[in-house]
């Protein structure tokens, strides 16, 4: 399909300060069209402490929390924040919220509903409209709003918040997988969602998570992948999207060294640890959620496989590296050097 694929870049903010704004301006020169910012507050320096310093410090590129959530903060604090930031890079920046996740669990309590996501939703974008809010009876409006629209997206993994988030927000963000019959099945679902406020899928800006790994040869990328793709593809998203991919998984019971690691296996301090306690799961299985769930293999592979999905329509692309606590480097590298002069090369940067 014609136009660009706009690839962004998920960066951590496990690192100092100063590392983060050096790791931020190297994502720029790289080529990224943007980077989002982990929100997990028990893990990541501040999001929106990070996205401001990086609006400073940035000239191109697109700047949004990636994701924040409804009840870690007010919202409207989260749209303030969000104003602010945008403030210091006019034009460039997104809000994209979710329910919750490691921002929930490291301090014992559940995501938030879909009830909250749309309260939140709807409050985050009327204040930031300039409009006023009725917060229990008494108005509220931001004073410093500058009229510049800045896009809400709302992050979604299971199909109900995926219909929900086509229903009412500016866009989706997919984390659900990366093949054919993974993005089929949930534009489905974006679109039921998008029709119930009179909407096509046209009319919102999609964009597709993928886990995202390199490295010189595809077994090395998938043994690193390991805690990412057992995390996701059978701890938690496989009974949605498993059938969709065309993955059958045996029973495989759970060791207890799974549940040892803090704060759970995609986010763990200890990445070697984690690899270690996925070896329950056969290598062949792994294999198979690789291809599912992510970018996963050799540069040359990885700009394969988002060129097949450009047949489908994937325009925007989000890219979460696997570790949360060491920076996205072979990612930067490989894009800058590989994929995207291959893109180009295709007409597609």
């Given at each position: 399909m014609a136009g660009p694929i706009r690839v962004y870049l998920r960066v951590p903010g496990t690192a100092p300060m100063a590392e983060l704004t050096k790791l931020l301006q190297n994502v720029e020169a790289a080529g990224f069209d943007g980077a989002?910012?982990?929100?997990?507050?028990?893990?990541?320096r501040d999001t929106f402490v990070t996205l401001g310093q990086a609006a400073t410090q940035t000239s191109r590129m697109t700047l949004f929390p990636a994701v924040t959530n409804p009840f870690t903060r007010h919202a409207s604090v989260l749209a303030g924040g969000i104003q602010t930031v945008e403030e210091l890079a006019p034009g460039r920046v997104k809000f994209i919220i979710g329910t919750g996740y490691t921002s929930a669990s490291t301090i014992g309590r559940k995501p938030a509903t879909l009830a909250e996501m749309r309260a939140c939703i709807a409050t985050v974008k009327t204040l930031l409209a300039g409009q006023s809010v009725d917060f229990d009876g008494t108005p509220g409006r931001l004073v410093y709003s500058s009229g510049r629209r800045i896009p809400v997206i709302m992050a979604a993994s299971g199909p109900k918040a995926i219909e929900v988030a086509g229903e009412i927000a500016d866009g989706v963000l997919l984390l659900v997988g990366f093949n054919r019959g993974i993005v089929e099945t949930a534009l489905e679902h974006v679109e039921r969602g998008a029709k119930r406020s009179?909407?096509?899928?046209?009319?919102?800006?999609?964009?597709?998570?993928?886990?995202?790994?390199?490295?010189?040869?595809?077994?090395e990328a998938?043994?690193?992948?390991?805690?990412?793709?057992?995390?996701?593809?059978?701890?938690?998203?496989?009974?949605?999207?498993?059938?969709?991919?065309g993955i059958k998984v045996p029973q495989l019971e759970i060791p207890e060294a799974v549940h040892k690691i803090?704060?759970?296996l995609s986010h763990a301090e200890d990445w070697d640890a984690?690899?270690?306690?996925?070896?329950?799961?056969?290598?062949?299985?792994?294999?198979?959620?690789?291809?599912?769930y992510g970018l996963i293999g050799t540069p040359e592979h990885c700009a394969g496989r988002i060129l097949e999905m450009n047949d489908l329509g994937v325009k925007n692309l989000y890219?979460?590296?696997?570790?949360?606590?060491?920076?996205?480097?072979?990612?930067?590298?490989a894009f800058r050097d590989v994929v995207f002069p291959r893109?180009?090369?295709?007409?597609l940067r």
């Open positions: 989002g910012i982990l929100d997990s507050q028990m893990i990541c009179g909407r096509r899928l046209e009319d919102l800006e999609i964009i597709w998570a993928a886990r995202t790994g390199t490295a010189a040869t595809t077994a998938r043994r690193l992948a390991r805690p990412t793709v057992v995390h996701w593809g059978i701890l938690r998203w496989g009974g949605h999207w498993l059938g969709p991919a803090y704060p759970d984690a690899i270690a306690a996925t070896s329950f799961v056969p290598d062949d299985l792994v294999a198979e959620l690789c291809d599912a890219l979460m590296g696997f570790q949360t606590f060491a920076p996205p480097e072979p990612e930067i590298r893109l180009h090369a295709a007409g």
